[in-house]
């Protein structure tokens, strides 16, 4: 009898503990595809007041949070930083371009650092003249939610190619932190077409080809006009951005690679930013499916950057390539001049 029982409370734990377990496996399964298909979702309702048009990324905080006591380590007690310390601060750097240069996988690499807080969605401010005329504090409710402690970076590509940018960032902020990432100019030009290209295939319109757009057919120059060449000159542009800004304040960004060897990028820039080594080689890992390197935050929280970057360029005339090598030689050594970084392009 008392043999009989036994085996029945043995059943009944066993059942009750795999029904733990599984709900504990389906739990963790569960916030790790979310946070890879939501890294930062945005709860409304939740905030009060004026809070409400802003991100507020909770979670993602919680988990900066939990990180900013491991950044304060050694600097002051451990304290909880309660959430009423909150606020929408304007970014103290910001990556001004380029666009197609990784901007995108730098920022989301740069927010793996606990004292970082990016904003997510490309804002869009000081290139386009009607958010513009919104004013300085629209600009300011569009920032994430982060802790005085806390830098706040954005990115809109548009600012670094746009005429009026540097003047009014340098009306917001004189002694902004400025982050170009540039890759070698030809691979660059390539890659903002194949984007043009994949949004005229969506609307199942047809494209010229590369070698249309970047060659005229009548010198057989390179054409100059042509905006994905004229992106890619990019001494002219950081030109116009130097009437502003002490090349101190600027930091490039190596985007090839960013892609091949992220890590070292990061800790420049993080040395740039006056920041504390803090982005490690546990957050970076690289994803032979998607070709790319990934981003660790935790145990459960990994993602990759969507399948928009890193697309399949298509083939260009070598002979193409080589002209527009050759074009942009004089301004890259003009532009690793400037800018004391030399990145070897061809
Ligand atoms: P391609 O699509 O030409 O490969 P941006 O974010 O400025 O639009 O830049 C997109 C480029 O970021 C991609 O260009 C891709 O090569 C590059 N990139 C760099 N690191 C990446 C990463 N970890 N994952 C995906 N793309 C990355």
């Known amino acids: 009898m008392l043999l009989k029982q036994q085996a029945w409370l043995r059943q009944k734990l066993l059942v009750l503990g795999s029904l733990a377990v599984g709900s504990l496996l389906y739990l963790v399964a569960r916030v790790g595809s979310l946070d890879r298909l939501q ?18 990324p909770l979670r993602a905080l919680q988990f900066k949070r939990g990180l900013l006591h491991e950044f304060r380590k050694g600097n002051s007690s451990k304290e909880q930083v309660p959430l009423h310390d909150l606020v929408q601060q304007l970014p103290k750097a910001i990556i001004i371009g380029v666009r197609k240069g990784g901007t995108r996988a730098l920022l989301e690499m740069l927010n793996l650092h606990p004292a970082v807080v990016k904003a ?44 009026e940018v540097p003047e009014r960032i340098y009306k917001m902020n004189s002694s902004i932190k400025l982050l170009i990432i540039v890759r070698e100019p030809t691979t660059r030009a390539i890659s903002d077409y194949t984007q043009v290209l994949e949004g005229k295939e969506r609307k199942n319109k047809t494209y010229y080809k590369f070698e249309k757009l970047a060659i005229d057919p009548n010198t057989c120059e390179v054409n100059t006009k042509y905006k994905a060449v004229r992106t890619s000159i990019y001494t002219k542009h950081l030109e116009r951005w130097l009437k502003y800004f002490p090349i101190e304040q600027f930091h490039v960004v190596d985007g090839d690679r960013l892609i091949t060897e992220p890590l070292p ?32 935050f935790n145990i459960i929280f990994n993602k990759c950057l969507a399948g928009s970057k890193g697309r399949i360029h298509p083939e260009v005339d070598p002979s193409v390539i080589t002209k527009l090598r050759k074009f942009f030689h004089p301004f890259n050594q003009k532009f690793y001049q400037i800018t004391g970084r030399t990145l070897n392009w061809p």
Not at 39 to 56: D, L, T, Y
Not at 266 to 273: G, H, I, M, P
Not at 278 to 294: E, V
């Open 39 to 56: 890294p930062i979702c945005p709860i409304e309702g939740r905030v009060s007041g004026a809070h409400n048009q802003a991100e507020f």
């Open 120 to 163: 997510s969605q490309e804002i869009h401010f000081f290139d386009n003249d009607e958010n513009y005329a919104k004013g300085i504090d629209w600009y300011r409710k569009k920032m994430p939610f982060s802790y005085p402690q806390q830098i706040t970076i954005e990115k809109s590509p548009a600012y670094f190619i746009t005429e």
């Open 265 to 296: 990028e990061l800790q420049l820039v993080e040395k740039f930013l006056n920041l504390p080594p803090r982005i490690s080689q546990y957050n970076l890992y690289f994803n032979a499916t998607r070709g790319f390197y990934c981003l660790r």
